[in-house]
C-alpha cells in the first residue's frame, strides 16, 4: 500500500470516529454541557483546522474554537473534515514531502529546549490523525467518568466494520 493510500485511510477513520464520539456525546445535556470534554473537544478540532490552514496557506485562528458547545463543535467538524480529505484526495506522491514551516515552531521550540526539525506535508497529515486519535482516548475516557459507555474508534474496529462512511448526528448541521 502507497503512503497516500495509508494517509486518505487515516484521515477517513478520523471523521468517522469523530462522527462516532459525536454521536454519543449530543443529546445528552449533562455530557453536552461538561467542561472538562469540551475542552478536549475543542482542542481537538483547533489542531484539525490549524494544520489545515497552513497546508492550504491561510491565516490561523488560535481561539476559533473557544466559544463552541458540543452541537456547534459537530456543525464545525463535519465540513471540516470534508475539507481535509478533498484536500488531501487532490494530493501526489511527491507533494508528501513538501516540507512546511509551522507558525508556532519557535513556541515548541521553546517549550522542548531545542530547535525542531520541519515536518513535511505528509508527516503534519499523520500527525493530525494520531494526534486526534490520542485525544479521542481522553474524550472516551471521560464519557466513561460521566458513566457513558465509550465508543469504540479504534482504527482497527473501523477496518472490522468495513470501512463505513461516517454517520454524523443528525443535530450536526454545518455552519450557516
Known amino acids: 500500500m502507497e503512503a497516500t493510500a495509508i494517509i486518505e485511510e487515516l484521515i ?16 445528552n445535556a449533562q455530557v453536552e454541557e461538561d467542561e472538562v470534554l469540551l475542552r478536549r473537544l475543542r482542542h ?9 490552514d497552513v497546508w492550504k496557506n491561510q491565516p490561523i485562528n488560535p481561539h476559533v474554537t473557544d466559544s463552541f458547545n458540543a452541537l456547534e463543535l459537530a456543525g464545525f467538524a ?3 473534515h470534508r475539507d481535509i480529505q478533498e484536500f488531501q484526495k487532490a ?3 511527491n507533494e508528501l514531502d513538501r516540507v512546511l514551516h509551522l507558525p508556532w ?5 521553546r517549550t522542548l529546549g531545542f530547535e525542531i526539525a ?6 503534519t497529515l499523520v500527525q493530525v490523525a494520531a494526534h486526534s ?13 460521566l ?12 477496518v472490522w466494520a468495513r470501512k463505513p462512511v461516517p454517520v454524523w448526528p443528525s443535530a450536526a448541521g454545518e455552519p450557516e
Open 12 to 27: 477517513q477513520h478520523m471523521e468517522w470516529a469523530d462522527a462516532v464520539v459525536f454521536s454519543a456525546i449530543l443529546g
Open 44 to 52: 481537538i478540532h483547533l489542531v484539525q483546522k490549524a494544520f489545515f
Open 78 to 80: 463535519k465540513p471540516l
Open 91 to 93: 494530493l501526489s506522491s
Open 105 to 109: 515552531a519557535a513556541q515548541v521550540s
Open 118 to 123: 520541519n515536518p513535511s506535508l505528509g508527516e
Open 133 to 145: 486519535s490520542y485525544h479521542r482516548g481522553q474524550v472516551n475516557s471521560r464519557l466513561r467518568e
Open 147 to 158: 458513566g457513558i459507555d465509550p465508543p469504540m474508534t479504534d482504527f482497527i474496529a473501523w
